[in-house]
């Protein structure tokens, strides 16, 4: 059966403009599954954000507004000693992998949304442990915080989160976000980097169109 593979960050702008654009595809091929792999955008970066990173990203994020018509706190990157890891974020959507992977992609959207339009800071684990369980409970999966951050503190899901960004970088995939169909062991890349829907559909169907001439 082919499913995709989404390899997205949770504090990737561009991987939040697409939430949507992906979430309508879900909607309209509900029977098409979706792997989640973390990119690791920004993983293990320790230094501040100083004046020239914050305005270079908040100039990429009014770019991703202009383009979705999303809400973003552009205030986000403004918290004092705030370093841009991604990798907490990246770890807490392995852990909701782990714990119950049907949840996986909402919480990773729910990230995405609570960073980029509230602010949040997504690199504390209490923090993330909160987003994450109110976004499982809404799947329809209660796990308590105690037990999501016990997870995302575990040895395991630091050691899958950094397998992830292994198999990204094994792959070669530089952009995010990046969407591949893969049908029995077969990868096509169908997206890297943000589309719209309609493009999208186009796209997935360029695909299937050339493996039925073949």
Not at 184 to 199: R, W
Request: proline letters at 5%; hydrophobic letters at 45%; charged letters at 20%.
């Amino acid at each position: 059966m082919p499913s995709l593979i989404y390899i997205a960050d949770p504090m990737c702008s561009w991987c939040y403009g697409f939430g949507p654009e992906l979430a309508a595809l879900m909607e309209g091929v509900p029977e098409l599954p979706v792997e989640v792999v973390v990119g690791g955008l920004r993983a293990y970066k320790t230094e501040v954000v100083d004046a020239a990173l914050k305005q270079e990203q908040i100039d990429e994020w009014k770019k991703v507004a202009q383009q979705t018509n999303l809400p973003f706190d552009y205030n986000a990157l403004a918290r004092e000693n705030f370093a841009y890891n991604t990798e907490p974020a990246c770890r807490a959507v392995v852990a909701a992998r782990l714990l119950a992977p049907q949840t996986c992609l909402y919480v990773l959207h729910e990230i995405q949304r609570r960073f980029f339009s509230e602010g949040k800071d997504v690199t504390q684990g209490e923090v993330l442990a909160e987003i994450a369980t109110v976004a499982m409970a809404e799947q329809g999966v209660n796990i308590d915080k105690d037990t999501f951050l016990a997870t995302w503190s575990s040895d395991v899901a630091i050691k899958a989160a950094n397998d992830d960004f292994l198999l990204v970088h094994k792959w070669k995939v530089t952009g995010f976000p990046t969407l591949i169909l893969e049908r029995n062991g077969v990868l096509d890349l169908v997206i890297s980097g943000y589309v719209p829907m309609p493009k999208l559909i186009d796209l997935l169907q360029s695909i299937i169109d050339k493996e039925q001439a073949a």
